[in-house]
């Protein structure tokens, strides 16, 4: 049995060891929160708002999940822009959490495009991760008696030779100041006159129309000329106007072929009409130029790597190259993990190229150099 002496002894040591264990305990520094390696980033999840009306006169929060319950991003770059434009018109922002005010005032009745990246560093370079885009649309929603203006055909540029084995979008800007409360409506057809219409879907709110590359590659014809058009159809009022009539061709094999273009018979009122076969019209295309990343690659928003990065050309990715720079140095291509109609830039030494001469690509002007110059990469693509 242990003495007073003893005792007390014991208390004060026990007293003293929890006393340790708190003071070491409220001194010890949260756990960090495990970064996400650049290898490892993951889309995000769950963008809002997506597909919905917001209220334009007030700020817009944009939000979203990560995906990877392991680790978190360095942080967040956010992209938004309009489909006005065949270039990105928005900006890039960056946030460390999972919620951003986008600063400023947007648009009413406008279709906004907006993409979240999770960003985390290798050997002290930040890297990209996948892209995962979200839109929405600002009000008000048009009254049921507004006058609807005119939609406006945007993409793709009028008579562009388009190869069905890879994504066609069709995109347009509604020039009213509200948003139609009910959905766009396209036709597709192999005349002018739209009497052999071969497609018709409407879109929601959506001011663009993706086409399968299933139904492209098996209802288009091949050296083919497509005309569409667009209007709204309001819910519960008459539709409004069509669009100027827009035109595609088709080229399946990416190779020189005659141009099939349909005309339709013209009637006249003495003799039936007799049918007109369709009219051949000589035009050559040129072979599309491919090209394929080496690794994972920047993809700019101009031609030299003092131009922010606006997505990225992912390791074994192919793109159809759309025009060059005037040294052939810098390739211009569709925005891989954008909406179509977005365009950026990849450098030259990532990719290899493969199918038609690149020297018959367009020359694209590069867009003004940017005031404030971006962080070094160890490569332009890099």
């Given at each position: 049995?242990l003495?007073?002496r003893?005792?007390?002894r ?12 708190v ?20 889309a ?17 929060t944009?939000s ?25 018109p ?8 999972t ?20 960003v ?6 930040p890297v990209?991760g ?13 009254a ?10 945007v ?5 562009a ?24 409506y396209?036709?597709i057809?192999k ?18 129309l993706?086409l399968?590359v ?10 083919t ?5 667009v ?8 539709a ?7 035109s ?15 005309s339709?018979?013209?009637?006249t009122l ?23 990343a ?8 101009g ?6 990065i ?39 030494q ?6 038609g ?13 940017p ?9 332009p693509?890099?």
């Open positions: 049995m003495n007073p003893q005792l007390l014991r208390g004060v040591i026990i007293s003293l060891l929890v006393l340790t264990t003071l070491t305990a409220c001194g010890q520094p949260a756990a960090p929160s495990t970064i996400c390696s650049a290898e490892t980033l993951r995000a999840a769950n963008l809002s708002p997506h597909d919905v009306v917001v209220d334009a006169s007030k700020p817009v944009l979203w999940t990560t995906s990877d319950p392991a680790c978190t991003p360095d942080h967040y770059e956010i992209t938004l822009g309009t489909s006005t434009e065949g270039t990105m928005g900006s890039v922002q960056t946030s460390s959490s919620a951003f005010n986008w600063p400023g005032t947007l648009t009413q009745g406008t279709t906004y495009y907006w993409t979240v990246y999770p985390a560093y290798s050997n002290g370079q990209r996948p892209g995962q885009l979200a839109y929405f649309y600002t009000g008000p929603v048009c049921a008696d507004a006058t609807l203006a005119v939609p406006v055909a993409f793709p540029p009028e008579g030779s388009l190869d069905p084995s890879a994504a066609i979008a069709l995109r347009w800007d509604d020039p009213s100041n509200c948003t139609p409360n009910g959905s766009y396209v036709e057809a005349s002018p006159d739209f009497a052999s219409v071969v497609y018709a879907n409407q879109t929601g709110r959506l001011t663009e993706w399968s299933s139904w492209a590659q098996e209802a288009t014809q091949d050296c000329k497509y005309y569409w058009r209007q709204a159809r309001p819910s519960g009022s008459a409004g106007p069509w669009s100027a009539t827009a595609f061709l088709v080229n399946k094999i990416g190779s020189a072929c005659t141009l099939i273009e349909v339709s018979p013209t009637p003495a003799v039936p009409p007799s049918p007109v076969p369709p009219t051949a019209t000589e035009t050559s295309f040129p072979q599309a130029v491919f090209l394929q080496n690794k994972n690659t920047n993809c700019r928003s031609p030299g790597p003092e131009y922010p606006l997505d990225t050309l992912y390791y074994n990715m192919s793109q159809v190259a759309r025009g060059r720079n005037e040294d052939s140095t810098w390739w211009y291509i569709n925005s891989p993990n954008i909406a179509p109609g977005y365009f950026c830039w990849v450098w030259g990532t990719v290899t190229l493969s199918g001469d690149p020297s018959q690509l367009p020359i694209i002007p590069p867009p003004p150099e005031t404030v110059t971006p962080e070094p990469t160890s490569t693509g890099g």
